[in-house]
């Protein structure tokens, strides 16, 4: 559905006259003296600010993710996409979101930051999530459904379909987080923003891309939602060591490719091992580069593996996941040290 967007955004920020930077106001090519920014002449090249827009950056995402440099919007993670959704639509203490029940946790506290209801509709048995009960969760004052899929922490995709259903008939933001959508076999909904200008798909280099420590995130959407974010965010929120970086990155997309097929080749394998394990009570499918367990013991076995000095998740405690450890795949001498950790457990 196309939003009513002055309806839809925050009547401050509709009304905001976004701060200009000296970088925003000149964008020619010709100059070669800069004395707008109040830099400092030395300590080249990481005396000048970056650009604001992250314009050559952008061209590489748009080749690679198959989206126009117009509908991306780049951030200090995908993190600074969900902040905000809350901080553009979502009118403090009025106005409320819907998510599906578990999923990350990042939303929450995002809502809770920016003093807004979340409201959990919780997903089924089998993790799938059902559009008529999202649609039902919501009021006048929603503005946002979030939906994460491949979903943190069960692992499982969310039905395309479902998805779709709540884009047609929810007239705000459906935030579709696909931060493990390069795990998953089939398109990004990213394909899918020119039919719903309520869509916002968000990816991130840091899952499959390795590239947690640098911090880069995207979000796909119409250009209008694209030009709120531009309104909100911080002048220079993707600073220049970054962006260079993940250009660098976004031309190692074999690399990459390698790397997916490393970790889809050992998660069937692992996941294997663990379901033979007398203290695996299930394994649940997953599209992503983790699996979710549920053990005999989730806590006790989490503490067992952390003084073997194994991390894993322990999700014991988040809704539907009660004795529910989340366990990532690493290489293959990780995964095989893990094993061998809980097969010595009794
Ligand atoms: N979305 C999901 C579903 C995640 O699991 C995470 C990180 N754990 C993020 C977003 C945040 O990713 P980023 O590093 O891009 O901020």
Known sequence: MTPDWQTLVRPNIWHLAPYSSARDEYTGTDANIFLDANENPYNRPNNRYPDPLQRELKKHVSRVKGVPVQNIFLGNGSDEAIDLIFRVFCRPSKDN?????????????????????????????????????????????????????????????????????????????????????????GESLSKSIDEHPNLVVLSTLSKAWGSAAIRLGMAFACEEVISFFNKVKYPY??????????????????????????????????????????????????????????????????????????????????????????????????????????????
């Open 97 to 185: 979101v819907v998510a599906i029940e578990p999923t990350y946790g990042m939303y929450s506290v995002c809502a809770a930051i920016n003093d807004i209801e979340y409201r959990r509709v919780p997903l089924e048995a089998d993790f799938s999530m059902r559009s008529d009960q999202m649609l039902n969760a919501c009021s006048k004052d929603t503005k946002a459904i979030f939906i994460c899929s491949p979903n943190n922490p069960t692992g499982n995709a969310i039905d395309r379909k479902e998805i779709l259903n709540i884009c047609e008939k929810f007239s705000g933001i459906v935030v579709v987080d696909e931060a493990y959508g390069d795990f998953q076999r």
């Open 237 to 346: 929120n993707v600073n220049q060591l970054t962006q260079d970086e993940a250009m660098a990155m976004l031309g190692r997309s074999e690399d990459v490719d390698k790397w997916i097929r490393m970790i889809l080749a050992e998660r069937p394998k692992v996941m294997q091992a663990v379901s033979l394990l007398p203290c695996c009570v299930k394994v649940y499918p997953t599209e992503a580069n983790f699996f979710l367990v549920k053990m005999t013991d989730a806590d006790a076995i989490y503490q067992y593996l952390c003084n073997r000095g194994i991390v894993v998740r322990n999700r014991s405690r988040v809704a539907l996941c009660g004795n529910c450890l989340r366990i990532t795949i690493g290489t293959h001498s990780e995964n095989s040290a893990l094993i061998a950790a809980l097969r010595q457990w009794n």
